[in-house]
């Protein structure tokens, strides 16, 4: 093969310094349009995809990009096109406790819905950043919680949309109106509106503020009680309104009595479970394994999402579907113990 001539190497290396550069650029804000993505979304797969596709897009059509608005409010224009897109007409994504009331110990687990259901758990790491003001971190961590990611899902698309860039991102009414091509007016009445909905919500369940010496104490209560499988300790550490979940079964409980006789009766195969920590939506969270067999073994079953609230344990979420939730976590497939 001919070597290239002086000239022409030359502009291909500028060329692909000039690439891996823009690529560098973008990167930088992945985890915030992931962030914003699975806000808008409520699935931590199709944020991430919907992620990538913002980018690749933007590096398509950089040469277009005339720098008339800062590359950050380009992508954002183009992530909340991609997201709006997805959504489409498709119904909102839930929590059981949207879908239906408690139940009780005795009823059947039912059937397993599909996984376009439920509002999925994503890591902090995707989705929080690392330093920052701390007030804008805390805004970052609240606005994931699983209520509040379930009270987003009652909002049309572009109402969401709105209400993430002004309440969330804090961006002004004229920003989101350049990039919605509309009008204040329009901004100004869907936030209004999209802020009555959220009001109506119950979004004051499990707080994700950082967490003080009380709350890693009775996080370290909850997993040796649980470890040790002993229902009663662990029972007096939950809320009297304590609510159990496990997506993607319908099935929910509250309460200490139907929930410490579920544990004791259909759930008792969780005892000798190990737990590893990993944080969710700005929560702590567990990996649960559960013994198989003999010989010590343990296999994934469940990611453990945990609310609390003065004290308490207000809301066990295990979402079960390991296969996809253990790598996304970066959980190991069995647990050194």
């Not at 001919?2 to 290396?13: H, K, N, Y």
């Not at 209004?192 to 919500?201: C, G």
């Not at 009297?240 to 099935?251: F, I, R, V």
């Not at 009595?257 to 479970?273: K, M, N, T």
Request: glycine share 8%; hydrophobic share 40%; proline share 6%.
């Amino acid at each position: 093969m001919t070597d290239l001539a002086p000239a022409e190497g030359a502009a291909q290396r500028t060329a692909g310094r000039g690439t891996d550069e823009l690529e560098q650029r973008l990167e930088r804000y992945r985890v915030e349009l992931t962030g914003f993505c699975y806000r808008m979304l409520g699935s931590a797969f199709e944020a991430e995809d919907a992620v990538q596709d913002t980018l690749v897009r933007a590096w398509r059509s950089a040469d277009r990009f005339e720098g008339r608005a800062s590359l950050r409010s380009w992508l954002y224009r183009i992530a909340t096109n991609v997201c709006l897109d997805m959504l489409g007409e498709r119904q909102r994504r839930a929590r059981p406790m949207d879908l239906a009331g408690a139940k009780t110990a005795d009823g059947p687990l039912g059937t397993a819905l599909p996984e376009a259901t439920w509002i999925q758990p994503m890591p902090d790491s995707r989705v929080v950043p690392t330093d920052g003001d701390p007030a804008d971190l805390a805004v970052s961590r609240e606005s994931v919680r699983l209520a509040f990611m379930a009270a987003l899902q009652h909002l049309p698309p572009r109402q969401r949309a709105v209400l993430i860039l002004r309440e969330v991102l804090r961006w002004k009414a004229t920003e989101v109106a350049e990039l919605l091509d509309t009008t204040v007016a329009s901004v100004n009445s869907a936030l209004q509106r999209a802020r009555a909905t959220i009001h109506a919500s119950d979004v004051t369940a499990g707080s994700s503020r950082a967490m003080d010496d009380t709350d890693r104490e009775l996080l370290g209560r909850y997993v040796a009680a649980f470890e040790r499988y002993d229902i009663e300790s662990l029972v007096s550490l939950l809320h009297d309104d304590a609510t159990l979940s496990m997506p993607p079964y319908g099935l929910w409980l509250r309460g200490h009595l139907d929930i410490s006789r579920w544990l004791l009766g259909p759930g008792a195969e969780c005892r000798g479970s190990v737990l590893l920590p990993t944080r969710a939506n700005g929560l702590p969270a567990f990996g649960q394994y559960r013994p198989s067999g003999p010989g010590g073994r343990h296999e994934p079953w469940a990611l453990q999402v945990i609310e609390t609230s003065d004290g308490r344990v207000t809301g066990i979420n295990s979402f079960l579907d390991t296969a996809s939730l253990f790598p996304l976590f970066g959980l190991p497939e069995h647990p050194t113990t």
